[in-house]
């Protein structure tokens, strides 16, 4: 033996210690927040549904996940023999993701239960608990999910496609829609040349026969620059008709069984989301039919823009939920200093409150979705819906990523490597502030409620007064938001602040309905009586900090 060798072998050079166990938990009963705001929203009928998804999310499919934005998606524009395919080929790990959320209700259930009331807010918990394992696969499932007030404008469509789209059957073969049990749905919105401003989209549709209007056929001649989830088995897009733009569904096959002329040119390099496949594509004359009268394309497709905008809030809740649980589990069990990380002082303070974020964001979100499933019951919940759902997506959404970060940060250097889930949960974190309306459309569409539909306006307010009393900060933040909304000066300038400030005092009008004063007096003293700073960890001394953690994570 060298000297070299002996001097080795008497240094162990790579014991692991200090170091957190596997994460094993059930993500739906360690979710303290999420069981009562289902239960105060009028979901708690369906605690059995849910209680089966939750080990399914944190177990199986956290693994899935892993896999599904390791391998991402291919484009295959030709089969072997030369003839164009236009197909996207998924990874097995992403196929078991989609069974799984469509066989477990995440695009289905509400509809299936519509009449019972509180099944949107039981099917927001579903989607909530998807996202915490993979985000890739909620933009497919809720796209379909989101597409069937849309096609109810056009009975003869709804009849056909319906019963597929609201299946809890996964059927990923690239075979015409009327071979299948299950589909999902996409939608093409945006062009190079409009962004945002749809009405400005070029692709046109010129109709095929005589006929023309609602529930006719038509070709599609255009390019649409951002065609989301490309696999799907029909399409909600937008083009400009005879009558002005219109709505119309596409079909991936044509009713006679062929390949429709949709193009695929690209799949988008993007930040995040890897395990979905985005893209851009030409239209050749694509095959499809219109749905809704000729010329409100818009109002007929924002009634699935409006779902969708409510799933961006669900969506980034759940990634915020699953960052938070991953800083808590590691911070229990990993030791600085003498003392496990979780109880030291500034600590608890950071992970109290991300917690105490994240339960008012949950309440905004189950509270919008009750407002969802009771629009077609009742006047008031649609109209506050129509304004609440604006200003909880640009809240919401916008403070993801800088939770993210800031749950990174409890795990220091680990928190920035693959191994760990957080890395791909930060990449994801800015997507759904910018997907359906970036943060200025929606504020412009509060504004809009606002001014031009006094019945959202006089619902906002109704639910703010019906927390008066209970927080002198809240009843200050609620008078001063009177004050700006009536002060028309500059207003569009001013208005994120407002929109901002709107959200704060929704959520902390929830809170202190919900009943548990301490919860709802720290997130009134910090976020609207100003004892607080500008990032997190920075809440009082006095702030109940064990309690709020643990709601958020009560890991056995």
Request: hydrophobic content about 40%; overall charge neutral.
């Amino acid at each position: 033996m060298t000297e070299r060798n002996a001097i080795a072998a008497g240094f162990i050079t790579h014991e692991v210690t200090n170091q957190p166990p596997p994460l094993v938990y059930d993500a739906w009963k360690t979710d303290t927040v999420l069981r009562e705001a289902v239960a105060r929203e009028g979901g708690g009928w369906a605690e059995a549904e849910l209680a089966k998804y939750g080990p399914v999310v944190s177990g199986e499919m956290m693994q899935l996940a892993v896999l599904a934005n390791e391998n991402k998606p291919k484009f295959k524009p030709f089969d072997r023999y030369g003839h164009r395919r236009d197909e996207v080929e998924f990874h097995p790990a992403y196929h078991r993701l989609m069974e799984l959320g469509i066989s477990h209700g995440v695009p289905g259930f509400a509809w299936r239960n519509e009449e019972k009331p509180g099944a949107h807010v039981a099917r927001m918990a579903l989607f909530y608990l998807h996202n915490q394992a993979d985000q890739g696969t909620s933009c497919p499932l809720t796209m379909t999910y989101a597409s069937v007030p849309a096609l109810r404008h056009q009975p003869e469509l709804a009849r056909e496609w319906l019963p597929r789209i609201t299946s809890t059957t996964y059927d990923g073969r690239f075979i015409p829609a009327s071979q299948k049990a299950g589909v999902t749905v996409g939608m093409g919105m945006t062009e190079k040349q409009g962004g945002s401003d749809v009405c400005t989209n070029s692709t046109r549709a010129q109709r095929l026969g005589s006929a023309r209007g609602p529930g006719q056929p038509y070709a599609l001649v255009g390019h649409k620059w951002f065609f989301s989830a490309p696999m799907s088995d029909a399409f909600l897009v937008l083009a400009q008709a005879e009558g002005g733009l219109s709505c119309f569904l596409m079909p991936r096959f044509t009713p006679d069984g062929e390949l429709n002329a949709i193009r695929i040119q690209r799949l988008k390099d993007k930040l995040g989301d890897w395990s979905n496949a985005s893209s851009e594509v030409e239209l050749n004359g694509a095959f499809a039919w219109m749905v809704g009268e000729e010329g409100r394309g818009v109002p007929t497709i924002l009634e699935m823009v409006a779902m969708t905008r409510q799933d961006c809030m669900i969506g980034s809740s759940g990634q915020m939920r699953q960052a938070l649980v991953q800083a808590i589990h590691y911070t229990r069990h990993r030791t600085a200093f003498g003392k496990r990380l979780i109880e030291q002082p500034l600590m608890r303070n950071v992970l109290a409150d991300l917690a105490l974020e994240l339960e008012a964001h949950v309440a905004l979100t189950a509270r919008v979705s009750r407002a969802v499933d009771a629009s077609k019951r009742d006047a008031k919940e649609a109209a506050f819906g129509r304004i609440a759902t604006a200003v909880g997506k640009y809240w919401v959404c916008k403070r993801t990523p800088v939770f993210v970060n800031e749950a990174q940060e409890c795990l220091g250097g680990v928190g920035y490597v693959e191994e760990t889930n957080l890395a791909r949960l930060y990449r994801q974190a800015p997507l759904n502030s910018i997907w359906e309306g970036s943060g200025n459309i929606q504020c412009l569409d509060v504004l809009r409620a606002a001014s031009r539909e006094p019945a959202s306006r006089e619902a906002l307010f109704q639910e703010l007064l019906a927390a008066q009393g209970g927080h002198a900060a809240f009843d200050e933040a609620t008078a001063r938001l009177h004050k700006e909304l009536s002060n028309t000066d500059a207003l569009e300038t001013r208005s994120r602040f407002i929109v901002e400030g709107l959200a704060l005092a929704l959520q902390a009008s929830l809170l202190i309905r919900a009943g548990n004063t301490a919860v709802s007096d720290a997130f009134c003293e910090s976020r609207l009586g100003g004892a607080h700073g500008q990032t997190f960890g920075t809440l009082p001394a006095h702030a109940p900090m064990q309690a709020l953690i643990e709601r958020a994570f009560s890991e056995g």
